[in-house]
Each structure stands twice: as C-alpha cells, then as structure tokens.
C-alpha cells in the first residue's frame, strides 16, 4: 500500500502517525480484523460515491421472467379506476416498473393489444405518453389477499463468496418468494476486485413488504446500492 494510502487509513481511525498504528497492533490494542473493516469501509463508500455520480446501466442480458408480465381481468389482479369503479378491462402490469400493490399507478390504453397497460406513475414510460391514452386506475380495496405481485430491484455490492448466499437469506428470513435474477460482473475502481450488479425478481404481497426487502438487503455487508430497477436503472440505448 502507498504511504499516502497508508497515512490515509491512519487518519480515518483516529491515529496521528502510521508507526503509531503498528505499535498499537504489536500490544494488542489493534487487531487485523480492524484493519480491514476500516479499509472495505473506507473502499466501500468510494465505491458508493462513484454510483452516486455515474447512472447504473441495465444488465447486458434482460430477465427472461420479465417478459411474461402478469396479465388478466383487472379485477382479478386487484385493479379499479381511480373513482372506485370496476375496470372492465384485461390489464397488464409492465415489466418496465414493475408495479406492486399500494404504488401510485396510472393506466395506459393499448388499443392494439386490446388492454390496459398498469404503469408507476414514475415510470418514464407513462411521460413519453400520449395524454389521451391515459386511464386513471387504482389498486382495488382488500382485507386480505394471497395475490403476490413480481417486482424487480437493482442491487450493487462488492463481489465476494457469500454475497450471494446472505442476500437470499435476508428474502428467506422475510419469507419472500426469489422469481428469478441475473449477475453481471464488472472491474471496480481499482481494478484489483470486482463490483456485482445483479437484478432479483421478488414476490411480494405489496409496496411495504418490497421496502422492507430493499431495507433488509441494504444491511447486507458489502453492499452499496440496491433499489427499485426503474429508479436505479438507465436502459442502454
């Protein structure tokens, strides 16, 4: 490691002088392990600001789930219009956003498919819209229901054995349905490790449970970004 680097470390925990940090290690008031989590922390939110500055890109291949969007009678998949009237409509939810049950949803009509496409109102797909086209729906009231809805977020961590294996874990301990994924693998920063970037396509009853995965995998060690796929995501041109 540069001395620069190393002076850096330094600094970061509290020690004026790099000796100082060696003679800390040698009596036992430092261990290794403490060095290292300083330093993947220290990478980690590099990593982090990069991302923050430069939009993710979609995955080179898309998910093959994706391309079967749920499709039914609206009532069937829980959708009404805005004034609480039936929608007597086949409807799609698009895989574009991914809609979930308790998002803020707009409709929009696809004469030539004979259906209505169920969009997030976020989608950038509902502003490239021709206003006519335009359908206000909501989701249906419910008491209880068992329809899960697919839904696919975007996740960025340091690459290392077990990521994987603890972010299903994080879905298996909220008792949420894994549908599909895909990993791309991409040089970091460094150019000494690799960044995963990976798509997960969940099930999940509605918006709460979906935060509560994204909030349950943003704890996962080592991992920098995850989130929504439309919010995250810059499809490729």
Known sequence: MENSRLLALVKSMGIRKIDDLFDELTVG???????????????????????????????AEPLVLLS????????????????????????ELMTCCTPVFGDSIIGIDNRAKH????????????????EDDLIDVDWQKRDDSALHYPSSIYVVAL????????VLGELSELGVNLAGGNLSLKPSITQ???????ELVVEVL????????????????DVIRVGRAFHCIKTLD
């Open 115 to 130: 259906r209505v496409e169920i969009h997030h109102v976020e989608c950038s797909s509902v502003s490239a819209g021709i």
């Open 192 to 198: 000494e490790d690799q960044v995963a970037e990976f």
């Open 29 to 59: 008031k430092l261990v290794a392990t403490d060095v290292v989590d300083r330093l993947k922390a220290i990478y980690i939110e590099k990593l982090r600001k990069q991302e923050e500055k430069t939009s993710p890109m979609r995955l």
């Open 68 to 91: 079967h969007p749920p499709v039914g009678i609206a009532s069937d998949l829980g959708i009404v219009q805005r004034n609480g009237k039936p929608l007597r409509r086949k409807v």
């Open 206 to 221: 509605d918006v709460t449970q979906l935060d509560d995965v994204i909030n349950s995998i943003s704890g996962v060690n």
């Open 159 to 166: 690459n290392r054995v077990g990521l994987l294996f603890d």
